[in-house]
């Protein structure tokens, strides 16, 4: 546990250098892993000289007052869904005043799942001022796994995000 943490804190250290660089803040909007992106990115020292803070969001209720996620884009694809994703990143970026925001919404397991929402299914998305990108992730693993796989693939997409900025300007 320790080595993997320490790899995710490591690939935090690049995005904290590639943010300060630009002078992009950054706001999450966490469901399933309950504030471990926002953990792993205040790991290193100078963290506050991008990121902005996050929200877990883990009810619906939050993700519709503090994230400004539509009423019914809720009832229509449900807490765990790319649209859902995307408007939390979106909804973080403009409510705490980040140019970026990272969101992530899932099903860590073991319960809650469905048929057509299995346990381990997990979208990250990133919203900036040119759009977003959202991924869709099944992982099939056990509970702390699928936080920490979710993690960092909400990270990885964040730095993918930021490479794309960098080569299109």
């Known amino acids: 546990m320790a080595d993997e943490l320490a790899a995710l804190v490591a690939l935090a250290a690049r995005i904290q250098s590639a943010m300060i660089e630009r002078g992009l803040p950054l706001a999450t909007a ?15 020292s100078g963290s506050s000289g991008f990121y902005v803070g996050g929200l877990i969001s883990y009810s619906d209720e939050l993700k519709q007052q503090h994230l400004g996620v539509d009423a019914r884009t809720l009832e229509s694809h449900g807490a765990v869904s790319a649209q859902t994703c995307v408007a939390m990143a979106e909804g973080a970026r403009s409510r705490y005043g980040a140019s ?3 969101a992530i919404t899932g099903i860590a397991g073991p319960d809650g799942g469905s ?23 099944l992982w099939q693993t056990g509970r702390h796994a699928n936080k920490i796989q979710s993690a960092e693939a909400a990270l990885r997409l964040l730095l993918e995000r930021l490479r794309v900025s960098t080569e299109s300007t």
């Open 115 to 137: 048929e057509q929402k299995p346990v381990g299914l997990t979208y990250v998305g990133v919203a900036d001022a040119d759009g977003h990108d959202v991924r869709r992730n």
């Open 30 to 44: 966490e469901s399933c892993t309950g504030g471990l992106v926002g953990h792993l990115l205040t790991e290193t």
């Open 100 to 102: 970026l925001g990272l």
